[in-house]
């Protein structure tokens, strides 16, 4: 009989502690996950509002796309950069099982290079033609989505084949050359539709939050966008639920299972629920009437909240998954500290320039996206 | 050993340098250009000078669209490849370093938010905040490479962190200065290159043509500077790949000095003397000539750390140095977690064998492929050979396996060539014996050459003297493989190095100081050497 083989642990200790590392893993995939969203449930959104807005009726489509385009690129930009940081913290704590998954699809896993440029190059080509509203820009536009769409295919299937060590050892010797794919995993197809509606999900969300700043300058504009992007919310979240029943149920049981068993699971799934539902009644309350209230803006921030509690509870799964295989509670670990506190007061230092060059944007003249 | 191999149609090696040249040509240019657009763009600032101002501006956006798009991602790119051909390493890296990566992080997220904003905010802002953004973006940019700089020499030179294991010892390892100082070098070059990429056509052409090149000459004067202090402060083993010996080595020392005089030549030329000349055909060559600058000294870099990944810790091939023993005593089937065929003695295994220990650097065929390295070598010799792998020029790991998998591997080994068939003659004589001799003895030796003559031991001998020297050859040196070759191959090579070494010659061979499997411990590991196989 084959043992499932676990590759071990690296020799040298942490240098950090462990709840330092999970704290800034969810914090910045929180946060990639929010860019990632934009930059792909906001290609979605511009496509769909491009085509429509070539016909005339449909002006604030149009105008809409229009906003949207230059947005992409730097959408993408950041989804990279705060993915990065995810990859950089989820190594240390779980890199033995995301190496061997990733070599594994290596050949695919490595595609999500070149894929990346492709869509990025995409997004930027289109933000420069898109004031032309020609076919062609929203050829490109669709490829870029496209691509995004099968990046996310290519993550989900390493994020699943990471937990299923019990599968590698077949899958390796079927395909050394890491032309491999994740489709015996059960959860595959609802987990990546669960990802991709989320992200038209929350950008919607993102999308009202934004119509309502809108209303200040063009009130008539800013409404019809606050009352879309609710509507399109309220309906892919409607969806989100179903995708999400369907997934609990495609999991193995024993996992699911955490979700009544152990309190903190249950708790956060239980927070995650009502804040998604009162994310929704908010978002749909301050969107309905006649002039949208600032509803939707807490609407909005209960999604991000929602976003975050989800991210915990994929968080607790993982471990639920790998419970057989890892404790991250005994492993070695030597902080660096002097190393730790220095990349905290760079980290604010950072933030603090960051803030800085928007402060002199937001005091120049033209905003930056016109100016472009 | 711990991860599954992936196999890939090349060495994994490779794959890494390719993505490696492309992103350091480019990120590296994300820094020097940087430099380059700030201090443009306040010259032209201070001048009023619209021309170049409105070059700048231009610049700008190709800079943005290279660095923003191609080269972050591309250094995406690089993490993904290590990760998939040397997880043992990268793991071991990201232990050592994840803080270093997380400030290097900082520093490239502000770099990103600032060359966005510096792209988009021509007409925004004005003169003086437009510059701060410039100043903030270049600051960043020179800093993240400041700081990945220090993990990069940290994989030649861990310095005191083998024995401290402390950070900063590793961070600001030997090399860490000279290396940062030719890097910086290596991007004002290149800054004055891409600048010629958006030359305008007619106003300003000259202006920025010759202000180009000035940024390409101060980075061609101070990186042999900076050069020579890294090489100077190389470990004992690196310096010798220096010598000479190794044909890829020779090629990339020469390739890197020919393509930086001959853009530099060009810079002159056609940017300071003609800058009418400056065609884009002209540029296209210099850009050529950066991109071979980069890849030579990439292949340089990362041949001098051969056979490290890591030095003194883990080998090119990710297996660790502290694991080899273990291997040699216990095997690979009883230790690796990923095999592709479970009968030992199949030839299935010895090539699962061949990608686990050789397939970082070599394929099959193709770059550095083991087809023609072992023609001639049958399946006893090889697994005999395998023993002093590490003496082959001293490039190579030990092998990591016992005996059974040796036989494995040999087997495997000379089931890529079919077996020689010769009908020797007095005519064809000597050409055999020279093949024999590329086979059996030229991995480690020459007869009149620097790299372990054998004119010493047969200078006067006849190929009788010669051949009986043979049947004690595996007994000679501990680091010599027996002679096994079929009696009338063993007479064509006797023929040969008897030939061969009474052959008068200009200079008596200086036998060059190679680093050996012996030399290769004492230099590089000073904690438990390893032990010879025998």
Redesign the interface.
């Known amino acids: 009989m084959q043992t499932i083989p676990i590759p071990h642990v690296d020799p040298l200790p942490l240098p950090g502690p462990v709840w330092l590392f999970t704290a800034l893993l969810l914090v910045v995939f929180t946060l990639h996950v929010v860019l990632m969203n934009s930059a792909l449930g906001g290609g979605i959104w511009t496509l769909w509002n491009y085509l429509r807005g070539r016909h005339s009726e449909h002006p604030y489509s149009r105008r809409l796309a229009n906003e949207l385009a230059g947005m992409l690129p730097t959408f993408l930009a950041f989804t990279v950069t705060l993915g990065v940081a995810a990859l950089l913290f989820v190594q240390v704590l779980f890199g033995n099982f995301l190496y061997a998954s990733s070599i594994l699809i290596g050949s695919l896993w490595l595609m999500v290079i070149p894929l990346v440029m492709v869509a990025y190059y995409g997004y930027y080509y289109f933000s420069y033609r898109a004031e032309k509203g020609t076919g062609i820009a929203g050829c490109v536009l669709a490829v870029s989505v496209c691509v995004l769409l099968g990046i996310a295919f290519i993550f989900v299937n390493n994020m699943t084949l990471m937990l299923a060590p019990e599968r590698w050892l077949a899958m390796y010797r079927a395909h050394p050359n890491g032309w491999n794919l994740n489709l015996g995993e059960r959860s595959l197809v609802p987990r990546y539709l669960h990802i991709v509606n989320g992200a038209i999900a929350l950008f919607s969300a993102i999308l009202a939050h934004l119509g309502m700043r809108k209303m200040k300058t063009d009130a008539e504009y800013g409404r019809w966008l606050v009352q879309r992007a609710a509507l399109v919310f309220a309906a892919c979240t409607g969806g989100q639920f179903l995708l999400g029943m369907w997934l609990l149920l495609a999991i193995p049981r024993e996992i699911a299972m955490t979700l009544l068993r152990d309190p903190l699971a249950g708790g956060v799934f239980g927070l995650g629920l009502m804040s998604v539902i009162l994310a929704m009644l908010l978002i749909l309350l301050g969107s309905l009437a006649e002039k949208p209230s600032p509803l939707v803006h807490a609407g909005f921030g209960m999604s991000v909240v929602t976003l975050f509690l989800m991210v915990c509870l994929r968080y607790l799964l993982r471990l639920a998954y790998l419970k057989p295989y890892v404790d991250l509670g005994g492993l070695a670990v030597q902080p660096q500290v002097g190393v730790i506190v220095l990349f905290l007061l760079l980290f604010v230092g950072g933030l603090a320039t960051v803030g800085y060059m928007l402060w002199l944007v937001a005091q120049g003249r033209r905003p930056v996206a016109a100016a472009r | 050993m711990?991860?599954?191999?992936?196999?890939?149609a090349i060495p994994g090696g490779m794959l890494i340098a390719l993505?490696a040249v492309l992103h350091v040509f480019v990120s590296h240019f994300a820094v020097g250009g940087g430099f380059f657009l700030v201090v443009t763009e306040s010259i032209a600032r201070r001048r009023g000078d619209g021309e170049l101002l409105s070059y700048c501006r231009r610049h700008s956006k190709f800079f943005a669209?290279l660095t923003?798009?191609?080269g972050?991602?591309?250094g995406?790119?690089i993490?993904?490849?290590i990760?998939?051909v040397s997880?043992e390493a990268?793991?071991?890296l990201?232990?050592?370093f994840?803080?270093?990566?997380?400030?290097e992080?900082?520093?490239?997220?502000?770099e990103?938010?600032?060359a966005?904003?510096y792209a988009?905010?021509?007409?925004?802002?004005?003169g003086r905040?437009h510059l701060?953004?410039g100043w903030?973006y270049f600051v960043?940019a020179w800093m993240s490479l400041f700081v990945i700089n220090g993990i990069l020499t940290f994989m030649l030179t861990p310095g005191r962190w083998i024995e401290t294991?402390n950070?900063?010892d590793g961070m600001f390892n030997p090399t860490f200065m000279p290396s940062l100082v030719a890097r910086t070098a290596v991007s004002f070059i290149l800054a004055g290159i891409f600048g010629y990429i958006t030359l305008p056509k007619v106003e300003g052409r000259e202006k920025v043509a010759r202000w180009a090149a000035m940024w390409m000459v101060a980075g061609a004067v101070v990186l042999p500077l900076g050069l020579m202090w890294y090489f100077s402060r190389l470990p004992q083993f690196s310096q010798f790949y220096l010598n000479g010996l190794i044909r890829g080595v020779r090629h990339a020392v020469r390739g890197g000095v020919g393509f930086t005089l001959a853009a530099l030549a060009i810079a002159l030329i056609c940017g300071v003397w003609k800058p009418r000349w400056m065609r884009p055909g002209v540029v296209t060559a210099l850009v050529v000539c950066g991109l071979g600058m980069i890849g030579a000294g990439e292949y340089l870099r990362e041949f001098l750390r051969k056979p490290w990944v890591i030095n003194q810790v883990i080998y090119a091939n990710d297996i660790?140095a502290?694991q080899v023993e273990a291997l040699q005593a216990k095997g690979v089937s009883r230790t690796a977690?990923?095999l592709?065929a479970d009968d030992v003695t199949s030839e299935a295994y010895g090539q699962n064998l061949f990608?686990l220990q050789c397939g970082s650097c070599h394929a099959a065929g193709g770059y550095r492929g083991m087809r023609q390295r072992v023609d001639g070598w049958d399946a006893d010799f090889a697994a005999d050979i395998l023993q002093h792998i590490h003496m082959l020029r001293g490039t190579m790991p030990p092998y990591a396996g016992d005996a059974q998998d040796r036989k494995a591997l040999g087997k495997y080994l000379a089931s890529l060539n079919p077996a020689w068939q010769f009908q020797v003659t007095d005519a064809n004589r000597l050409e055999v014996g020279e093949k024999v001799f590329g086979a059996r003895c030229g991995h480690c030796h020459t007869v009149n050459g620097n790299y372990r003559p054998l004119r010493g031991a047969f200078e006067k001998a006849t190929p009788a003297q010669v051949a009986e020297v043979f049947p004690a050859l595996g007994d000679m040196s501990s680091n010599m493989p027996a002679f096994n070759a079929p009696a009338d191959q063993a007479a064509a090579l006797a023929a040969y190095i008897s030939h061969e070494a009474n052959r008068p010659i200009l200079h008596t061979p200086i036998p060059e100081q190679m680093p050996t499997g012996s030399n290769h411990s004492q230099l590089m590991r000073p904690a438990s050497p390893r032990q010879e196989v025998r």
């Open positions: 711990n991860y599954p191999h992936w196999q890939l993505v669209l923003l798009v191609f972050a991602i591309s995406v790119g993490w993904f490849t990760g998939l997880p990268t793991s071991t990201i232990h050592t994840v803080w270093a990566w997380a400030i992080w900082v520093f490239f997220f502000v990103i938010a600032a966005i904003i988009k905010t021509w007409d925004s802002l004005d905040e701060i953004i903030i960043a294991h950070f900063w660790r502290a977690n990923f592709l990608h």
